[in-house]
């Protein structure tokens, strides 16, 4: 891999990921463009605990263009993108309407191939493998500025999901705090490991997951199941055999293998619902373990944290979305339609190809 640091006209950095390292990447941002302005704020509720991020700005972001105006594509000729250059393997770039900036943290984009109507799931193992590297060398990067306690890399697929840019993208959260979802998780590995006089509940978890019916994908080094307590209809936990705490701390044999796990797990999701029907949309989200300190959970440290991805579709059947309607956004007490060793036998029965 190859990595070309650069800046955009507005002074926001552009980072090119190549899978040759005799690319050169010295196309100048032609666009004539103001230095960009954000108003994040980051406020946190008394009551609950937890953060919101306040960005009035982002009500002026780009909102489903044309394909011949994607702002993710090469530049070409006077069609000016945010990627100056004709072409591109992977690029990570500062987001120009960011969620989080400044002291609160830093937002960026994710572009996984220059491929308009491509998808994550159309990518070769190579390029599947350069995407990976691109999130690795991001986390350590992001982990390492002082208003960075969490890194969280993700991807929306899909026009239900919210997405207003179809060009295969994903992004990059940098929190300023550890957010709630990873709070609530270390607080439960914190109670069990005090139970059981020292055991880690994420290993106790996969052991469990590995004997039962919800494995859907398993290699030498990965495994894909459904959860016992999945919140959506179809949502799949992708783990490392080896427990780490972050994407920096997968072994070479790991980072091999996960181009094809994943991959074959991307296409089945894509045929859970027969052929026939457009993609399903979904949410790829990786957990890692906070930078920040943790004393707060008691007696537990950052190697106590397990690395995985959560996949999941908000597309509980044929033509129908789930909705989170009162239980669940009232009181985040989620109602599955789905069971999970349906999901997961589903899963299983479908084809890649």
């Known amino acids: 891999m190859k990595k070309t640091s650069t800046r955009l006209a507005d002074g926001r950095e552009l980072i090119y990921y190549d ?3 005799d690319s050169v990447r010295d196309a100048v941002d032609r666009r004539p463009l103001d230095h960009t302005v ?17 960005a009035s700005h ?24 945010e990627i100056p250059d004709s072409s591109y393997d992977a690029v990570v770039f500062e987001n120009r309407f960011p969620s989080l900036a400044g002291d609160s943290g830093r937002c960026e984009v994710v572009c996984f191939t220059s491929d308009h109507n491509a998808s994550f799931a159309d990518l070769t193992e190579e390029q599947a493998r350069l995407v ?19 890194v969280f890399c993700f991807e929306n697929r899909g026009a239900e999901i919210g997405v207003t840019l179809g060009h295969p993208h994903g992004q990059i ?3 300023p705090f550890t957010t709630p979802r990873t709070a609530l998780m270390l607080r439960s590995v914190a109670a069990h490991k005090e139970a059981t006089g020292g055991e880690n509940l994420f290993d106790d978890v996969l052991r469990r997951e590995l004997a039962d019916e919800r494995v859907v994908l398993e290699g030498e080094h990965w495994v894909a199941f459904v959860p016992y307590a999945a919140h959506w209809p179809y949502e799949v936990h992708l783990y490392p055999k080896r ?16 181009p094809q ?31 920040g300190a943790l004393e ?26 789930k909705f989170l309607a009162g239980s669940e956004s009232g009181m985040n007490v989620f109602i599955n339609d789905v069971p999970p060793e349906a999901a997961a036998r589903r899963l299983r029965e479908v084809a890649s190809s």
């Open 243 to 258: 427990r780490v705490p972050d994407l920096l701390a997968l072994d070479e044999d790991a980072r091999t293998e996960f």
């Open 38 to 54: 954000t108003t994040s704020e980051v406020r946190r509720d008394p009551l609950l605990g937890d953060s919101i991020a306040v």
């Open 261 to 291: 796990v994943y991959l074959e797990l991307l296409r089945r999701f894509d045929r859970i619902f027969g052929e026939g029907e457009p993609p399903t949309p979904y949410i790829a989200a990786w957990h890692q373990a906070p930078f």
């Open 58 to 81: 982002r009500q002026g972001r780009i909102y489903h263009p044309p394909a011949d105006e994607c702002p993710l594509c090469p530049s070409q000729g006077d069609r000016l993108s």
């Open 296 to 321: 707060e959970f008691e007696g537990v440290n950052r190697d106590d944290f397990a690395l995985h991805l959560e996949l999941f579709t908000i597309r509980r059947t044929s033509g129908k979305l």
């Open 173 to 175: 959260y940098a929190y």
């Open 132 to 150: 990976l590297d691109a999130w690795t060398d991001r986390t350590s990067e992001l982990s390492h500025l002082p208003s960075v306690e969490q």
């Open 19 to 21: 899978q040759r390292d």
